[in-house]
């Protein structure tokens, strides 16, 4: 169990290299991290003094200071000691796994998806008539409200996250203004002005469907509890509520940052503290088999009308920074093939189908074998997947499916 904390711990030196933005574990220090830590359990160290070895190591760094790699440590510590029973992998395996190494290839996983019938023949889409009637839907994603920021503090403070009281104050550029800075996290006064032009927008044009693709709470990652990250997205629910009232159905995904630590999730039932409280936030646009689903393993589908299906996805089971993948990234929390049992249902009820999620499939910090089988999925159903909502990346972008069966490329989705 020790020798497992070492994927564990060097991962939170990873955190602070990613998550936080600071470029802190190069591939040869993560190896000589794991070789000294594996000094340590050869000798008998002890959790706590491990803790302290990383603790030390980040602070030398000096790319962080020493209270955001304490708590970075403190934090992720009490997850590294339950995340693996025995993992035998060399230095080179862990800080591959962890992306900071070029990475092995140590299990590969399935392959190739099984699905309940065959692929009916392609029939390319038509684009519809000017009269056709029209759905209109809102996507919101990657709100990190921070309710400790605050005007006129430093917005280089030297840490991960500024603006804050606890910062001091700022001096022209530096100072956070009354609307944000770009270098923190958007503050009240803003999200509030941002939800007064939608709903003026609504009431003129109509908004049909919002999708809210996940990543509530600030990136005070360092500084995180579980009644924390639960709050932040109660507030972000309570304040679409009041825009749309019970007229307009909104559908959440969550994002990585929703966990706690962030980015982690473990497999059913490990992350029950976030999905039932949740669940009851959503209540109002969640049928009983949809919550079931939601309380089980994040994700859910729902159909609002006839012929329309949405399905979101918990991208939390594919992403790189779960600890917990690192034990099984095979699909552990099922989800993978009861979306496919969806989609399989859709296809017979001549369903159409939109998918939300958080992080993108194909994106770097989703696995690229879980990718691949999403990949087989939606090339599978591509004639009743009409569009895929993301977040994560904070850039405006789009992502193309390709066929992979023969040598002339089609776009899929």
């Known amino acids: 169990a020790r020798f497992a904390l070492i994927l564990a711990l060097c991962a939170i030196a990873a955190v602070v290299a990613t998550v936080l933005g600071a ?10 991290g794991v070789v000294t830590l594996r000094l340590m359990i050869e000798k008998n160290a002890s959790i706590s003094e491990m803790e302290q070895v990383i603790t030390a190591l980040c602070i030398a760094d000096k790319k962080e200071d020493a209270n955001v790699c304490k708590g970075i440590v ?16 060399n230095e080179a395996e862990i800080c591959g796994a962890m992306g900071v190494c070029p990475p092995v290839n140590i299990t590969p996983p399935p392959t190739n998806m099984t699905f309940p019938k065959p692929k009916p023949p392609h029939v390319p889409p038509t684009p519809p008539s000017p009269t056709t009637p029209k759905k209109v839907i809102l ?28 910062n001091g104050k700022g001096n ?24 007064s032009h939608i709903q003026a927008v609504s009431n003129t044009t109509g908004i049909d469907y919002v999708v809210w693709t996940g990543d509530n709470p600030p990136h005070d990652v360092w500084n995180q509890t579980k009644e924390g990250q639960i709050s932040a997205t109660q507030y972000v629910t309570d304040s679409l509520k009041a825009v749309f009232g019970k007229n307009t159905p909104i559908y959440g995904a969550l994002g990585n940052h929703e966990g706690y630590p962030v980015n982690i999730f473990a497999p059913p039932p490990g992350t029950e503290w976030l999905y039932m409280p949740v669940s009851q936030q959503w209540a109002q646009w969640l049928p009983e088999e949809a919550r079931l689903t939601f309380e089980f393993g994040g994700y859910y589908t729902v159909s609002p009308e006839k012929g329309l299906r949405f399905i979101s996805l918990n991208m939390n089971y594919c992403n790189s920074g779960n600890f917990w993948l690192y034990v099984n990234e095979n699909d552990p929390a099922g989800e993978l093939e009861w979306m496919v049992k969806v989609l399989q249902q859709a296809e017979d009820n001549k369903e159409k ?19 691949n089988l999403f990949h087989q999925i939606v090339n599978r159903y591509e004639d009743i997947i009409m569009g895929q909502f993301y977040g994560h990346t904070h850039d405006d972008s789009f992502e193309v499916f390709y066929t992979t069966e023969n040598s002339v490329k089609r776009a899929t989705n």
């Open 172 to 195: 022209g550029t530096n100072a956070a203004g009354p609307w944000g800075h770009y270098n923190c996290d958007l503050n009240t006064p803003m999200w509030k002005s941002m939800l």
């Open 353 to 371: 189908v939109f998918i939300l999620g958080h992080i993108p499939p194909g994106n770097t910090d989703c696995l690229q074998d879980w990718s």
């Open 139 to 166: 996507h919101i994603s990657d709100v990190h409200l921070d309710p400790l920021y605050v005007a006129g503090m430093s917005a280089h403070c030297g840490e991960p996250l500024c603006c804050r009281a606890s």
């Open 74 to 89: 403190a934090e992720f510590g009490p997850v590294a000691i339950d995340v693996i029973g025995d993992v035998v992998l």
């Open 23 to 32: 470029p802190v574990l190069t591939c040869d220090k993560c190896k000589v």
